[in-house]
T-cell receptor, first 117, second 114 residues
C-alpha cells in the first residue's frame, strides 16, 4: 500500500538536544512538506521541498532544519534553537510541477508528537 | 496574504442531526479549496475539494460548494454519525503561486453523541 510513514509516533527529549523526525513516502511524489500543529491552531508550514536536493523555508522555519537527499525521504531536525518545540509534527507529500491551473491534494502521514522537557 | 476563517468549536450534535461548519477565505488569486478531517491522534485525510467557482465537492455524505461571490466553502452533512466526531480543517491552495502551499483554518472540532 502506498502512503507516508512517520516515526516514531511519540518522542520525548530533554531541552537542549537536537532531535530528528523521520518521514518516508512511497507515493512517488516529488513534493514533500513539514507542518507543525499546536492545540487550537491550524497547521503551519515549516519547510517544503519540490524536488530532491532542494528545499525552501516555510512560515516558521527558525530552529528547524531539513534535508532531501532521496525522493522518498524528508527528515526534519528540531534543533536546540527552537524556542518552543513541543508540538505535533505532520509530514505531507503531493504531486509537484510548478505552475498549474489545478491544485493537487496533499497526503499526510500519521504525525509525530514531540515533547521536550 | 491568503487566509481561512472557520467557525470556532466544538460543535456538539446528536446523531442524525444536520451539520454545517462555516468556512470563509481571503485570497488574491483563484484558489482551490479543501476540507480535511483529522481523527484523534492521526494525521489529516482529504475529505473533499473544489477547484473552481460553483464546483461542489462531495464525499461520504459531506458536501461543500465553492461560492466565489461570498468567498465561502461551508461543509454540510445531512445526518451525522458518532463516527464523524473529529476535527475538520478548511484549507485553500492558491494556484497562482507556482507552488502548492496550503493555508489552513484553525480547525473545528465536531462531537456527535448517540
Amino acid at each position: 500500500d502506498g502512503g507516508i510513514t512517520q516515526s516514531p509516533k511519540y518522542l520525548f527529549r530533554k531541552e537542549g538536544q537536537n532531535v530528528t523526525l523521520s518521514c518516508e513516502q512511497n507515493l512517488n511524489h516529488d513534493a514533500m512538506y513539514w507542518y507543525r500543529q499546536d492545540p487550537g491552531q491550524g497547521l503551519r508550514l515549516i519547510y517544503y521541498s519540490q524536488i530532491v536536493n532542494d528545499f525552501q523555508k516555510g512560515d516558521i522555519a527558525e530552529g528547524y532544519s531539513v534535508s532531501r537527499e532521496k525522493k522518498e525521504s524528508f527528515p526534519l531536525t528540531v534543533t536546540s534553537a527552537q524556542k518552543n518545540p513541543t508540538a505535533f509534527y505532520l509530514c505531507a507529500s503531493s504531486i509537484s510541477g510548478g505552475r498549474r491551473t489545478v491544485a493537487y491534494e496533499q497526503y499526510f502521514g500519521p504525525g509525530t508528537r514531540l515533547t521536550v522537557t | 496574504g491568503d487566509s481561512v476563517t472557520q467557525m470556532e468549536g466544538p460543535v456538539t450534535l446528536s446523531e442524525e442531526a444536520f451539520l454545517t461548519i462555516n468556512c470563509t477565505y481571503t485570497a488574491t488569486g483563484y484558489p482551490s479549496l479543501f476540507w480535511y478531517v483529522q481523527y484523534p491522534g492521526e494525521g489529516l485525510q482529504l475529505l473533499l475539494k473544489a477547484t473552481k467557482a460553483d464546483d461542489k465537492g462531495s464525499n461520504k455524505g459531506f458536501e461543500a460548494t465553492y461560492r466565489k461571490e461570498t468567498t465561502s466553502f461551508h461543509l454540510e452533512k445531512g445526518s451525522v454519525q458518532v463516527s464523524d466526531s473529529a476535527v475538520y480543517f478548511c484549507a485553500l491552495s492558491d494556484r497562482g503561486t507556482g507552488f502548492q502551499k496550503l493555508v489552513f483554518g484553525t480547525g473545528t472540532r465536531l462531537l456527535v453523541s448517540p
